[in-house]
């Protein structure tokens, strides 16, 4: 197949707003060593773009400066000692960024198969979520079968992946989630109970479903003022999971409930995480997690509005807007 020198393209023409974002023209990337070029079909959307978009999280040095952190698409070149994927493969990629555009590079080792039966407008929108939920639940959060988790912002892009992922692996599982609707939506995606924050104090909520207790793991991507209440909630040697700040990453760690709890307080980002840690989170996911979306017990992701390459301003926005429920997606090509 012969692949063009130029390709359409997503341009953020200066930081800030959703409209600064235009499709213009730019190079083809080529495959360094260890990558693979992919024609991209589509590309998932992701808060991080956002937050890059308005200038507060910029590309690890060597990434594109195209947005974009997962893809699926076909693989059409591969460098020179590329095993796997192979030319006409078609895959499922995370990347450190390029995804919204025509064709996108990714190291093979952040490649993964297109699970059976799923399109690959659902198929990009499972590395970022994947590989997030994934790392940090069961890498250094260590959710066993019978224990109890409590996910902040259940109908998000994380917390949709973060309900099947805990649901499938025999977790009880209870979300946050802020209206009825999104609270309906996490239950039928495997949730044991949701409560809606805006109108229920969730400490209060958790403690009389859990008959007085706490839970054992709080996956959160809020920070701020949910820090002192998740603490408040933790049960002996609980863990918090610290993925997300959009109330604010300056708290006060009350240290004596830390011990006399046994607690541990973590956290990560993914993005600047090296191509081998993420080649060993890859590897985990396709040998454990992968055959369960095969064989349904792990439900196909939540894609909530497909918008044209295009119209990723508009994707933004809508992002924004905070009425989605799971995934926003761009659709590359058809
Ligand atoms: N650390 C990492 O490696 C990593 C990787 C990817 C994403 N993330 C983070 O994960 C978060 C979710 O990302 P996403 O792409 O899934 O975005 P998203 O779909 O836009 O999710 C944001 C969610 O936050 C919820 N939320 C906001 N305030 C809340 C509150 N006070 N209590 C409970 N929920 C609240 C929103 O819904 P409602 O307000 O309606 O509940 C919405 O569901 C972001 O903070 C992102 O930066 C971290």
Not at 44 to 55: E, M, S
Not at 200 to 212: E, K, N, T, Y
């Amino acid at each position: 197949m012969k692949i063009p020198g130029k390709m359409q393209l997503i341009q953020l023409s200066a930081t800030g707003d959703a409209d600064n974002l235009r499709i213009a023209s730019g190079p083809t990337p080529r495959p360094r060593s260890g990558e693979v070029l992919i024609r991209v079909a589509a590309a998932g959307i992701n808060r991080p773009d956002l937050l890059q978009r308005r200038g507060l999280y910029p590309q690890p040095p060597g990434a594109s400066e195209t947005l974009g952190l997962e893809i699926a698409g076909t693989v059409v070149k591969a460098a020179a000692g590329v095993q796997s994927p192979r030319v006409g493969e078609q895959v499922c990629a995370l990347l450190a960024g390029g995804g919204y555009a025509e064709y996108a590079t990714a190291p093979a080792t952040q490649c993964l198969p297109i699970p059976a039966r799923l399109s690959m407008l659902e198929a990009s929108a499972l590395p970022e979520a994947f590989f997030t939920v994934w790392s940090n639940l069961f890498m250094p959060g260590n959710l066993g079968a019978d224990e109890s988790i409590l996910i902040h912002g259940g109908s998000s892009g994380i917390g949709t992946t973060a309900i099947a992922i805990a649901h499938a692996f025999g977790a009880r599982v209870i979300v946050t989630a802020g209206s009825d609707e999104k609270c309906q939506a996490c239950l039928r995606l495997g949730a044991n109970h949701a409560i809606n924050y805006r109108t229920q104090d969730f400490v209060q909520q958790v403690r009389s479903l859990q008959d007085g207790k706490g839970v054992d793991v709080v996956l959160d991507i809020i920070g701020g003022s949910y820090f002192a209440r998740n603490l408040e909630l933790l049960n002996m040697r609980g863990r918090i999971i610290q993925i997300g700040l959009q109330q604010g990453s300056e708290v006060m760690l009350p240290l004596l409930t830390l011990m006399q709890k046994r607690a541990s307080v973590t956290g990560s980002t993914l993005r600047p995480r090296s191509i081998g840690e993420k080649a060993v989170i890859a590897q985990q996911l396709r040998q454990q997690v992968w055959p369960l979306i095969e064989s349904g017990k792990i439900r196909p992701p939540l894609i909530d509005k497909v918008f044209p390459l295009a119209e990723a301003a508009q994707a933004h926005a809508w992002m924004e807007r905070g009425a989605h429920i799971g995934k926003i997606v761009l659709q590359v090509a058809h």
